[in-house]
């Protein structure tokens, strides 16, 4: 038998540790943003989440996508579409753990931020199965007025992913169906027809260009009434039958496999309308707020996962004499996707604190403005912090068996689920344009950093000039902007002053086109600390 080597310097793998305890900067914003009672549960859930039973159904619920079956053995439409057993695990992990409605079930201070800082370390485990659980979270606040035994439901912590009947299940999932193929996120192109019955439901007929989750029990579609484009509820059962909407087939996407997404046709499919008839838009404009918010959250641990990787590599790995995290150039690189995680999940736990205070005229005035703009640039700067720390891993991170070939493919799903850059830039602009005032909020929020970060200051009447100048060929920069100032306000009033320093000047001033072109005099050493919770 022959020895043809040992193996050697290869990193161990990253698992039985405590995830939240190794987030520095997870930790100061759960703390600054009104959660600091939810500190033990963030714990004990950083520890679940890396164990290594938990981190295997994550690959095996992409190792084996879901599979549809339009008819059964004998000729019967069924429309039933099989996900593994390791999709449905992870699905009743985060409904046990509340990630689809405990702000909506225990509403108090910082419930959103907790319930963000739990969406945002479970969706680094995997983050398929998380779309329905978002749709679910979104659609809540619209059932509550409009469907309350649905609702009822929705609460629940019991999941049910089995195919019968909405009345017959303890709890349940919702899935959307809003674009068609003429119009994509031109809704209002939509040609989806929905008839009156006389008993209060209605008849849709038409299609769906893209259904997400169609084993969910229910989806919220748009169609159109006499009135105009309406919003409806439309259950996967029907009065003890199957429904009338029909999958063709299912995506076959690059990204978000774990997840099946379908195109549909509605054969007279019912449902029940929410809220009036030509008022679809303004049904389901705060259920898009909180899908973007989602989006931002995904996003956020997107990168974190991925720097955590990196990181976790380079303490391990040696090359040319020193390990990796101690080559300056490497160090350069993971400080500065860790500046991005900084910069991201600080705005995202900003928008679950006004979510935890929507009541105030304030908030709302953020939230409108933010969720789009956090949207735009979070999910924007993903995909090119994916691949750089997959390229920290070398060749590794490219194969399937490690995590970062899978969050690098993850990586642009959110930046085109609910609206691509161009439609959330020329919301913003939209924003602004309705209502002024929430420039007025925005700036409030940058007040008491403009003193020590002139750059702030400057990127701030940067903006204002394009407001004035030609907004609409500027509306990408504009939205780029405010995400950048807000960002770094934040750091500036809740961060260490070195990492808010090096934020400000690398993303605003001294900073190079690609990561790991830090502006000098970043201190490299407190970044890479905080990126491993030293």
Request: net charge neutral.
């Amino acid at each position: 038998m022959f020895s043809t080597h040992d193996v050697q310097n290869q990193t161990p793998p990253l698992e039985d540790v405590d995830g939240f305890a190794l987030d520095t900067a997870l930790i100061e914003g759960v703390r600054r943003e009104g959660a600091a009672a939810s500190i033990d549960e963030l714990h004990r859930y950083g520890r679940l989440l890396t164990q290594p039973d938990m981190l295997a159904l994550g690959f095996a619920a992409n190792a084996h996508p879901p599979v549809f079956d339009s008819h059964d053995r004998t000729g019967h439409r069924i429309d039933v579409v099989e996900y593994h057993p390791s999709y449905h695990q992870l699905m009743a992990l985060a409904v046990k753990e509340g990630l689809h409605a405990s702000p909506w079930q225990s509403p108090g201070p910082g419930m959103h931020v907790t319930r963000a800082a739990k969406y945002y370390l479970h969706c680094q485990l995997e983050a398929g199965h998380g779309c329905p659980i978002t749709m679910t979270f979104a659609a809540a606040p619209v059932l509550k007025r409009f469907k309350p035994d649905w609702h009822q439901k929705l609460m629940s912590r019991q999941y049910d992913g089995a195919n019968r009947p909405w009345q017959q299940k303890p709890g349940l999932t919702l899935g959307m169906g809003m674009t068609e193929k003429q119009g994509g996120s031109d809704v209002r192109a939509n040609e989806t027809r929905a008839l009156p019955l006389g008993d209060g439901s209605y008849e849709l007929v038409g299609h769906k260009w893209f259904l997400s989750a169609p084993m969910s029990d229910g989806f919220l579609m748009l169609a159109q009434t006499p009135a105009g484009l309406s919003c409806f509820l439309v259950p996967r059962w029907w009065q003890g039958q199957k429904n009338a909407i029909e999958v063709q087939r299912l995506k076959d996407k690059l990204g978000n496999r774990s997840n099946a997404s379908s195109e549909v046709e509605l054969k007279g499919a019912c449902g029940w309308l929410l809220g009036e008839e030509g008022k679809g838009v303004q049904t389901i404009i705060e259920m898009v707020s909180l899908t973007r918010f989602d989006c931002m959250l995904g996003s956020s641990g997107g990168q974190r996962q991925a720097l955590l990787q990196a990181v976790h590599h380079a303490r391990h790995r040696q090359a040319f004499g020193k390990r990796l995290v101690e080559q300056p150039v490497m160090a350069a690189v993971l400080a500065d996707l860790q500046l991005e995680v900084e910069g991201s999940l600080a705005m995202s736990l900003r928008m679950a604190r006004a979510l935890d205070n929507a009541s105030h005229p304030y908030e709302q005035l953020l939230l409108r403005l933010g969720t789009a703009a956090g949207k735009y640039w979070i999910c924007k700067r993903t995909p090119q912090h994916a691949y750089e720390a997959m390229e920290c891993l070398g060749g590794n991170g490219v194969m399937e068996s490690f995590i970062t070939a899978r969050l690098y493919r993850e990586a642009p799903i959110n930046a085109i689920w609910e609206g691509s850059g161009n439609i959330q830039a020329l919301d913003v602009l939209r924003a602004l344009q309705k209502a002024s005032e929430c420039l007025d909020a925005w700036q409030r929020e940058l007040d008491g950093a403009f003193g020590e970060h002139p750059l702030l200051a400057m990127a701030w009447r940067q903006l204002q000039h394009l407001l004035k100048a030609d907004p609409l060929s500027q509306a990408r920069r504009i939205t780029e902007l405010l995400a950048l100032t807000l960002q770094g306000a934040l750091l500036a009033k809740g961060a260490p002053g070195p990492v808010a320093d090096a934020f400000i000047r690398s993303r605003l001033g001294e900073g190079g086109h690609s990561f790991g072109t830090l502006a000098g005099g970043t201190d490299v050493e407190l970044l890479l600390r905080r990126a491993y919770g030293e």
